[in-house]
Structures are given as structure tokens and as C-alpha cells.
């Protein structure tokens, strides 16, 4: 595929989106440089290498992408580039309508002033951000990081470039529980992948949005899950799709970010964090994201 340049939003924060994609120091399935970022990724079941760069001086306010495919074309992988370069680089979820809801707000206006341009940055797929949600659980985030790459590497596939796609369910669903518990995961984060593996690789669980399969149909679906909750489907909302409204009230630290905004000795508790999140619907997602930001703030690109 030939490079193709995609123009991006006024105040768009470069920096955030490379250091979500910067997580894991080993980059096994991301390289990330100062101004570039190269993913591996299945696209209608073939490998693919998705290449950007951020090139001010070429292409100011764009980025220049191009697709290295393992095998022919498909019109099936065009479309589902479309999708996953609108998530990985944090284009999903417009951020203004939530700056404009919360201007005169006495919790989040000022946030929003100081974080100008902030977005939530996506997996590249929703089963992507639900296998993460679940191995990132109740664990620090290098831990959590060291087990996403075991994953990738006991079930994923390598591009001819060298890095490592992220797995399919199908490719999950495959595995043993012990090829993931001998490798450092816990029994029930092990059962509780592939569990989610396997239901969407046999159609049991389909996390394609529809007409018939909404938001809340997915979420019932997911929440049904043995072993998955209210914060894995939210978390997964936000990281899969992008959905504007989820409701991160179980994140420590969202809780966290709340009590240093209100000023208070202690974390607010789960139901009176819910309370005060439901006053941002339908943005919630983006006051998380501005909670999260205000824990580690950084300045605009």
C-alpha cells in the first residue's frame, strides 16, 4: 500500500499517543520513536505492519501512514485499517463536546483548560482492550505489561518485519491455561482470557456493534462473563471503542485524582464516585481521561 497522509485536529497532543503506545520497553509489538510509531497487527487474518510518522516539517498537522501486508489486499483489511487507525491514534472519541459541557464547571473546567487538546488513545481492537483490561486488574503496570507480552508472544503472530501482532480470539481460544499460569499469570486471569477467547471465537459472544448488538447488549454480554466486571467492560468500552460515556468510578485512580480535586483527607468511596461521575453523562469517559491527566500532567505538543 502506497503512504497515505491523514490531517489531524487542531491542538492534537502527539506525545500522549506515543507514550501509550510506548508501554512496553521490549517493543514487541510496537516501535515507537520521537516522531513515529510502527504497530503490528492482524487485518481479515493476515499479518500487517502499520507504519506513521509524524513529519511537522513534511506534513504539518498530519500524519503519514503506510501498511506492509502479509499476503494480498482485501477490502475487509482496508475498512478494518480505517477503524484501527482512528483508535490508535486517539480519533474516535471527539473531545470538545465535553470541554464545552463542563467549561463553567467548578471540578473539570479548570482541567480541561490545563489539558487542552487531551484524547483517549484506543487498542486496536475491542477484544484487544478487554484482554488488557483483564490482565492489567489488581496488578502494576509493569507486571501487567510483562503478561500482555507473554501473551503476544504464546499466541500471536510475527510479521515479516519481526514485530509481533497482537492475538486474535481465535489464536487465544487455542492456547492451554498452562502455557499462560507457567508463565506467570494467575489461574483465574489465565481462565478468565481464555474464557473470553473462546466465546467470541465460536460466535457465542459477538463484539461487533450492530443495529441489534448495541452498547448495552455487549456490555450485558460481557458482563455475564465469569470473571469479568463493571470496570473490565468499562475500561474496555473506552479502549475498544472509543464509547463516550463510560463510567471509570472503580479505577483507583480515578479515585485517586478526585480526592486531590476535592481537596479531601481520603479516596471518595465507590458509590459516592459513581454519584459525582453520573453528573458528566453522557462524557464520562472523557472526565476520566481528565482525571487520569491531571495525575501526571503534561504539556501540550
Known sequence: MKPRTLKLPPHYRLQDVLAFHRRDSESVAEQVGEQSLRKGLLLD????LLSIEFDAAHAPGSARYQLEL?????????????????????????PQPFCDFAAADPLFGPLTRAQPGL????SATLFEALTWAIIGQQINLSFAIALRRTLIQQAGRQHSSGLWCYPDAAAVAALEVEALTSRKFSRAKAETVLRLARLVADGSLVLELS??????????????VKGIG???????????????DCSLHGDVAV???LQHLLGEDSKPDLARTEQILARYSPHRTMAAAHLWASLHPRSAD
Open 211 to 224: 443495529s441489534s448488538n448495541g452498547i448495552e447488549q455487549v456490555s450485558e454480554a460481557l458482563l455475564a
Open 230 to 244: 463493571p470496570w473490565t467492560v468499562n475500561y474496555g468500552m473506552l479502549r475498544g471503542y472509543g464509547y463516550a
Open 119 to 122: 484524547r483517549v488513545v484506543q
Open 70 to 94: 502479509d499476503g494480498s489486499a482485501s477490502a475487509a483489511a482496508q475498512k478494518q485499517l480505517d477503524d484501527v487507525l482512528r483508535g490508535v491514534l486517539g480519533l474516535r472519541l471527539d
Open 45 to 48: 487474518g493476515r499479518a500487517a
Open 255 to 257: 479515585r485517586a485524582a
